[in-house]
């Protein structure tokens, strides 16, 4: 073999495992990325949460929002609800407080969450189901929240109007026809307009099984399939998210 011959070829495998190199590091951050287009996906991210209390019901991830032709790095901030686990305010009482928009440990441990985690002036979307939703309203309307952090959107399942004329953001509140959860906090007596014509139903055929309406109709992607990320009917918006950084956090009644 020439010596001409011995160079071409160092330089072809040289090539080849560059080539390689690359897409194996491709295929690397794609298992670690995925990209969310419609309201489902989300309810199923905001799902985690019901875990009994293992990893805890708040969490918070990374990405980017892309909405048509902007990009933006977001923090999606993801609340889960009613969950009965020992010392974990999900429960009852805290149901009770955020239906009157009082301050709970809920409420408290998420505003700590994102004010010691996540990056002071940060774009972030909160998302969440039934109290998560409830809390999430409530924490979009948190004076300290909205001058530290950039609020875009707020996404709520199956959860009742909070905090009207306070929040930041833009709120979308889809509720199952069969779920009457949406309509259970004051705001029903003090803004029923806002409370009723702000929510945007879709009909699962549940009947008289509200608690399954309740809990199942949103990760359907036959009925909510046409809401994007921020829960735009026919919306277009995208999330990508970088799912390695994603990190639960505890919500304790009483922190010991």
């Not at 690397?28 to 287009?37: D, K």
């Not at 109007?161 to 509720?175: K, N, Q, V």
């Not at 999330?239 to 956090?249: K, N, P």
């Amino acid at each position: 073999m020439t010596k001409r011959s011995v160079s071409f070829l160092t330089k072809f495998l040289a090539i080849v495992m560059i080539v390689c190199m690359l897409l194996g590091g491709a295929v690397a951050y794609a298992a670690t990325t995925r990209t969310f287009t419609t309201a489902p996906e989300i309810y199923q991210l905001v799902r985690d949460g019901y875990n009994g209390g293992e990893k805890g019901p708040i969490s918070v991830v990374k990405g980017t929002l892309k909405s048509g032709w902007s990009s933006k790095t977001v923090y999606l901030v993801t609340l889960s609800g009613t969950e009965l686990v020992f010392n974990q305010s999900t429960e009852a009482i805290t149901d009770l407080l955020s239906g009157f928009n009082l301050q709970s440990p809920y409420y408290h441990n998420v505003v700590s969450v994102i004010t010691q985690n996540i990056p002071r002036g940060s774009n972030l979307i909160l998302a969440g189901h039934s109290l998560g939703g409830m809390i999430a309203q409530q924490v979009s309307a948190d004076p300290s929240v909205k001058a530290g952090y950039n609020i875009l959107n707020v996404v709520c399942f199956g959860s009742p109007l909070l905090a009207a004329g306070f929040r930041e953001g833009t709120i979308r509140r889809l509720g199952d026809v069969s779920d009457p959860v949406p309509y259970l906090s004051g705001n029903l007596f003090v803004t029923p307009l806002r409370a009723v014509l702000g929510l945007n139903r879709e009909d699962g055929h549940y009947y008289l099984t509200p608690i399954t309406a309740h809990n199942s109709s949103y990760g359907r992607a036959d009925l909510w399939g046409r809401y994007d990320v921020l829960g735009n009917k026919y919306g277009s918006a995208k999330l990508t998210l970088d799912l390695d950084s994603r990190v639960f956090f505890q919500n304790p009644f009483i922190d010991w």
